[in-house]
Antibody, heavy 117, light 110 residues
Framework: EVQLVESGGGLVQPGGSLRLSCAAS????????MSWVRQAPGKGLEWVSV???????FYADSVKGRFTISRDNSNNTLYLQMNSLRAEDTAVYYC???????????WGQGTLVTVSS | QTVVTQEPSFSVSPGGTVTLTCGLS?????????PSWYQQTPGQAPRTLIY???TRSSGVPDRFSGSILGNKAALTITGAQAEDESDYYC??????????FGGGTKLTVL
């Protein structure tokens, strides 16, 4: 069974950093495109980043230069390093597996990041 | 900047049929955008309904169907049920490793 479990969320001050983790089971993160999607309180879904199985990474303009996606194949875990955090980064962050037709076919339960002083 | 458009809200009667759409602020949606659809209820993670425009995800009831209608992607619910009251999101793959979500449609069944 495919399972994604996020962790690492919490309260951080503006300008601070946080690293999110997404532990995968039932498949290898190295074999799929893996993505992060976020949802601000009361708002819609926003795509954040993707890492291809080649290791190539892409980012939404809103986080480019501040966030870094990576993975650890040996631990089968996806990461999102978030630096220079802003209040507008406050959201539930979901990791998602990308299927062969560019749809997100598995989702974690999400982890809440709150950026506030 | 690419904007993906969805109706902010829609209402359907139980047993009725509703079609939600997903468009682009400029240009047409095609199969090359690999449109996909997600259902989300408050406090829950999204659930995948449709991918690649018209392929139902495993376990999704066949009252949900996807298509390309004119210049938009569409999600049709035929025989809506009370439990279909949710937020629905589409997302388009824009190539170059970029995805863009629509703003979502809040569906009311009453």
């Amino acid at each position: 069974e495919v399972q994604l479990v996020e962790s690492g969320g919490g309260l951080v001050q503006p300008g601070g950093s946080l690293r999110l983790s997404c532990a995968a089971s039932g498949f290898s993160v190295s074999s799929y495109y893996m993505s992060w999607v976020r949802q601000a309180p009361g708002k819609g879904l926003e795509w954040v980043s993707v890492i291809y199985n080649s290791g190539r990474a892409f980012y939404a303009d809103s986080v480019k230069g501040r966030f870094t996606i990576s993975r650890d194949n040996s631990n089968n875990t996806l990461y999102l390093q978030m630096n220079s955090l802003r209040a507008e980064d406050t959201a539930v962050y979901y990791c998602a597996r990308v299927g062969y037709s560019y749809g997100f076919n598995s989702w974690g339960q999400g982890t809440l990041v709150t950026v506030s002083s | 900047q690419t904007v993906v458009t969805q109706e902010p809200s829609f209402s359907v009667s139980p047993g009725g049929t509703v079609t939600l759409t997903c468009g682009l602020s400029s240009g047409s949606v095609s199969k090359d955008h690999y449109p996909s659809w997600y259902q989300q209820t408050p406090g829950q993670a999204p659930r995948t309904l449709i991918y690649s425009a018209n392929t139902r995800s495993s376990g999704v009831p066949d009252r949900f169907s996807g298509s390309i209608l004119g210049n938009k992607a569409a999600l049709t619910i035929t025989g809506a049920q009370a439990e279909d009251e949710s937020d629905y999101y589409c997302v388009l793959y824009m190539s170059g490793g970029i995805w863009v979500f629509g703003g979502g449609t809040k569906l009311t069944v009453l």
